[in-house]
């Protein structure tokens, strides 16, 4: 069985390299773009991809029973999935993304959710990995052999509307926003039409784009603890993440992690089931 990078949750372009192609690792493109890019990830994933690597559907690992994007499945629609992508306990997930590092921490964070710790984010995506010099394929390939994943779910990584609603009045988990510091503030508009601009009352905004060096990977690990402690989060209080639509809220989570700081929990709603209702308070 391949052992996990040191840097896990992290692991480098060089490491991958050197296990690409081990029977028990599985790569996934995890892309996803906002609605407002005009971006299709699959059309990226076809025209160039690491390696053997597979495409993780973020929309298509969600619950397709509620109109709010990409909501955490049931237990049984992901298992589901990620079987068919090949997927078993014992495998080793290794999770990238077209653009750095922005969406690939869902996958990651999910694998989590549904008991799976065998699982990393590229530091850096696909720009790190043809940055290092290493190849790519384009098409689709083949459709791997399924195998058997069994789920087991953890019900304190994940907040609903319920709990944040709770969490205002009691504020006894710090909330950390992952969207840009404009959205937070209500200066610049919400990519999704029918949002109202702001945060949740208490919040702290910590937008990814603090948490990743130029080059798009995550800062080394003491530079991530500088960032959080300077927000309150220090492993004091418990931390839940927030963001768009509960995708950049798993880099702070992945940053967390590097850190070594507990990995509370996401809401999974986030802004767009927060801004999108009216009998939730603002802030800007």
């Avoid at 909501?71 to 629609?77: E, K």
């Avoid at 992901?78 to 079987?83: D, E, K, P, Q, T």
């Avoid at 790519?136 to 953890?154: C, H, V, W």
């Avoid at 969490?167 to 404009?182: F, I, M, P, T």
Wanted: aromatic share 6%.
């Amino acid at each position: 069985m391949t052992m996990m990078p040191d840097s896990a949750p992290l692991a480098s372009a060089d490491w991958l390299a050197a296990h690409l192609g081990a029977a028990d690792i599985v790569v996934l493109d995890a892309t996803l773009y906002l609605p407002n890019e005009n971006k299709n990830a699959r059309q990226g994933y076809e025209s160039a991809h690491i390696p053997g690597a597979r495409f993780f559907d973020i929309d298509a690992a969600s619950d397709p029973d509620t109109d709010l994007p990409h909501m955490v499945p049931t237990a049984g629609r992901f298992a589901r999935l990620v079987g068919a992508l090949g997927i078993s306990n014992e495998t080793l997930c290794v999770f990238y993304d077209q653009r750095g590092i922005f969406s690939a921490g869902r996958g990651w964070w999910l694998m989590g959710l549904f008991g799976h710790d065998r699982a990393v984010v590229l530091d850096g995506g696909l720009p790190a990995w043809q940055r290092a010099g290493h190849a790519t394929e384009s098409g689709t390939p083949a459709a791997p052999a399924p195998a058997s994943f069994r789920p087991d779910f953890r019900a304190t990584r994940l907040r609903g509307i319920g709990d944040m609603m709770a969490n205002v009045v009691s504020l006894q988990e710090l909330v950390l926003d992952a969207r840009a510091a404009g959205r937070f503030d209500a200066t610049v508009p919400e990519p999704r039409a029918g949002l109202r601009g702001g945060h949740i009352p208490g919040a702290k905004s910590l937008p990814i784009t603090s948490l990743l060096a130029p080059d798009l990977t995550l800062l080394p690990p003491e530079q991530l603890r500088a960032r959080l402690a300077a927000v309150g989060a220090d492993g004091s209080r418990p931390v839940v993440t927030s963001c768009g639509s509960g995708v950049t809220a798993t880099v702070i989570t992945l940053a967390m992690a590097r850190a070594g700081l507990p990995p509370g929990a996401v809401y999974d709603g986030s802004w767009t089931e927060w801004g999108g209702r009216p009998d939730t308070p603002v802030e800007t």
